[in-house]
C-alpha cells in the first residue's frame, strides 16, 4: 500500500515510532510497520561512545598543563535523551538534524569545566603526580552532574592518560631534578667519607 514503510531498527538503538502525535511503538532493536506520511520515527543509540579530549588548563601556580584522556558514556534514558536532543530520522534513515551531535560536545563542556576546577586548587607538581586521584573526583562528580542527568547519559568511565606540563617547564623540572639527585649523592659521598674518616680515629 502507498505510505506503508517497514523499519528494523538495530538492537543498540532505542526506537520511538510517533503515529499522528502518538507514540505507537517503542523500544531497542524494533522490527514494524508504519505509515510514512503521518509517522514521525526518532532513534537513539545505546551503545557506549569512547570520546577522546584534549585540554589545556591552568594549575594553581599559574601553570599550564595539558591533560589528554578519555571519556566513556552511554545514553542510559533514552527518552530523556530525545526531549533534550533531536534525534529524528527522516524517510532515508538519517538524522533530520546534527543537533544530536552536540551531545558530546555538551560532556566535554561539563567535563572541562569540573577538570578546570580540580586543576585551579593544585600546584603544578601535585596536578602532575595525581592523576588518578583527580580521574576519580572528577568522575564522580560529573556522575552527579545535573546536565548529565537531563541529557538520560550515564558515565561509564574517565581515563586521564597524560598531565604533561609547557615544554620549557618540563626542562626546568627535569633540571631541578638532577640537581636534586646530585645533591643527594653528594651528601651521601660526604657521609660516607665523614663516616670512614672516624672509624680511621678509633
Not at 34 to 59: K, R
Not at 110 to 135: F, I, K, M, Y
Not at 156 to 178: C, I
Request: glycine content about 6%; proline content about 6%.
Amino acid at each position: 500500500m502507498f505510505g506503508i514503510r517497514y523499519r528494523k531498527a538495530n538492537p543498540t538503538d532505542y526506537v520511538l515510532h510517533f503515529s499522528k502525535g502518538k507514540l505507537a511503538h517503542e523500544g531497542p532493536g524494533l522490527a514494524f510497520f508504519y505509515f510514512g506520511p503521518s509517522a514521525t520515527i526518532v532513534s537513539v543509540p545505546l551503545a557506549s561512545v569512547n570520546l577522546p579530549f584534549v585540554f589545556n588548563e591552568p594549575t594553581s601556580d599559574f601553570q599550564t598543563l595539558t591533560v589528554q584522556g578519555q571519556l566513556t558514556y552511554r545514553i542510559a534514558d533514552p527518552k530523556r535523551a530525545s526531549a533534550m536532543l533531536d534525534f529524528t530520522l527522516d524517510t532515508q534513515g538519517r538524522y533530520t538534524s546534527d543537533q544530536y551531535q552536540k551531545l558530546p560536545e555538551r560532556l566535554i563542556y561539563s567535563l572541562q569545566t569540573l577538570l578546570r576546577g580540580e586543576l585551579q586548587g593544585l600546584p603544578l607538581r601535585a596536578a602532575l603526580v595525581r592523576g588518578d586521584e583527580l580521574a576519580v573526583r572528577v568522575l564522580e562528580r560529573l556522575k552527579s552532574n545535573p546536565e548529565v542527568s537531563q541529557l538520560g547519559v550515564e558515565i561509564l568511565n574517565l581515563a586521564l592518560l597524560s598531565l604533561k606540563p609547557t615544554p620549557e617547564m618540563a626542562k626546568a623540572l627535569e633540571a631541578e631534578s638532577r640537581e636534586a639527585l646530585n645533591q643527594t649523592a653528594d651528601e651521601a659521598i660526604r657521609s660516607e667519607e665523614h663516616t670512614s674518616e672516624l672509624q680511621s680515629l678509633r
